[in-house]
C-alpha cells in the first residue's frame, strides 16, 4: 500500500510555470511506479505523465510533451511535474496516483492507489 500526497497547484497566468510535487509513502513506495493525471470540470480523468520506479522510463500524453516534465527523488520518494507554457485548457484538479500500468507511447492507465488531488487553474 501506499499514500500520495500532492502539493503546488494554484493560479497561474497563461504562459507561466508550475511545479507540482507527490509524496509517497508505505513500505515499498519507492518501487512504485509514479504518475499524474488530470480531471477538467465535466470531463473525465485523464492521463498526463508517469515515471518508472529508477526513473529511466517516461511517459507523457501528447498534450503534455514538450511543456511538462516528470521526474522523482527516490531519496524523498516523491515525483515531480513541471509544467511550462501552461495554457487555460490545462486547467484542472491533478492526481497523483500509483503504479501506472500499461504504458505505451502517449497513454498509462491508472493504478489502485490515488492522492487528493491539487487544483490547477491556469487564466487566459
Known amino acids: 500500500q501506499v499514500h500520495l500526497v500532492e502539493s503546488g497547484g494554484g493560479l497561474v497566468q497563461a504562459g507561466g510555470s508550475l511545479r507540482l510535487s507527490c509524496a509517497a509513502s508505505?513500505?515499498?513506495?519507492?518501487?512504485?511506479?509514479l504518475g499524474w493525471f488530470r480531471q477538467a470540470p465535466g470531463a473525465e480523468r485523464e492521463f498526463v505523465a508517469a515515471?518508472?520506479?529508477?526513473?529511466?522510463?517516461?511517459y507523457y500524453a501528447d498534450s503534455a510533451k514538450g511543456r511538462f516534465t516528470i521526474s522523482r527523488d527516490n531519496a524523498k520518494i516523491t515525483v515531480y511535474l513541471q509544467m511550462n507554457s501552461l495554457k487555460p485548457e490545462d486547467t484542472a484538479v491533478y492526481y497523483c496516483?500509483?503504479?501506472?500500468?500499461?504504458?505505451?507511447?502517449?497513454?498509462?492507465?491508472?493504478?489502485?492507489?490515488w492522492g487528493q488531488g491539487t487544483q490547477v487553474t491556469v487564466s487566459s
Open positions: 496516483n500509483a503504479p501506472p500500468n500499461g504504458c505505451s507511447g502517449s497513454v498509462c492507465y491508472s493504478g489502485l492507489y
Open positions: 508505505g513500505p515499498i513506495a519507492s518501487a512504485y511506479h
Open positions: 515515471i518508472s520506479w529508477n526513473g529511466n522510463n517516461t
